[in-house]
């Protein structure tokens, strides 16, 4: 395939839970292909579970590009858009950075948060059941009464960010995210790295528990992680612990909803049934659909395919998950399904460091929902669900329930 003849991205597709019908078409003709960014710049789409796995562990990929100011973009947000990082010391910034956050997000830590998380949910869901009784007749948007607020409640106190900012951050997240947000979303990063290196001054003089103070004590001990990359790792965490959980947690929600028989299975017996419908939600669900960027250090071949140094190369997790080669029915939902090998959290070194804070809220809350909400339904059908097409976390805008 030629760049002239390549597709471009995001693909379309017919509603919020399916993927795209073009990748199993792509993975026919091979597990590496040729497509257009949302910014109109050619890439590599690596489409098949292998080869994802195979980019992943490669360390001739990387965020970071030889020469950035000829780098192919994939979109105009401020966010996942381009180059990030210094190329002659990326994977020594990458090691530091997990040393440092690795004790916030273990394991361990996750679980000692799970009864937060049940605090939070409870008050939430409360609030829900509080708005339906006053008004029967209207739905209530999980969105913006449950799956929102809850990701945004926890990682502000993982990081230790008022939750008072949250309509400023709010706001920030989005426009920053905006595949054609161009100078606005230039301003929002701008104004969002601003805020936290103000939060960080704050915590330089009354340090807390919390992730922020913990990057203000490394600065002390490193020079070298400077404020600008304080700011950045912050915003970033911040962005990603909200964005893509409130994602999955909206889309979790509609793929149970749209079977009434899946989600009364589920409601029979949701505390016996939740892990293994996680990973299934997490295999199924589709928080972007262009991939995720990494540029390659040196040429590189992979499967019969010549990467040259300095491509873009875009990390098709959506694609990878529904491979058939390594799942039967894979755009079916099962919650049986064993091994359930998927890439949602990427693989290897890179594996997203969010991954338990993810896992503990989807596990905590899907149980509660379906407890306090057994008969909840979708208030209208799914093809009238607006998919968010335009953003890096995807996902939609409302998810309008009733019981």
Known sequence: MTTAEAPQLPFDRPDALAAAPIFARLRAQGPIVRVITPAGDPAWLVTSYDAVREVFRDRRFGRSHPAPEQAARISHAAIQDGPSGNFETEEADHKRMRRMLAPAFSAPRMRALDQRVTEIATELLDAMEAQHAANPDQPVDLYTALAFPLPVLVICELLGVPYADRALFADLSERIAVFDGGADARQAMADFNAYMRRLAEVKRADPKPDVISDMVQVQREDPGFTDDDLATLAAGLLFAGHETTATRLCLGTLLLLTDHE?????????????????????????????????????????????????????????????????????????????????????????VCIGANLARTELRTVFPMIFKRFPGLTLAKPLDQIAVRKNRVAGGVDEVPVTW
């Open 262 to 350: 899946r989600r009364d299975a589920f409601a029979a017996d949701p505390d016996g049934q939740v892990n293994d419908a996680v990973e299934e939600i997490l295999r199924l669900t589709v928080t972007g659909g262009v991939g995720l960027l990494r540029y390659a250090h040196e040429d590189v071949e992979i499967e019969g395919v010549r990467i040259a140094r300095g491509d873009a190369v875009l990390v098709s997790i959506e694609s990878a998950n529904r491979d058939e080669a390594v799942f039967d029915s894979p755009d079916d939902y099962d919650p049986h399904r064993s091994p359930n090998v998927h890439v949602a959290f990427g693989h290897g070194a890179h």
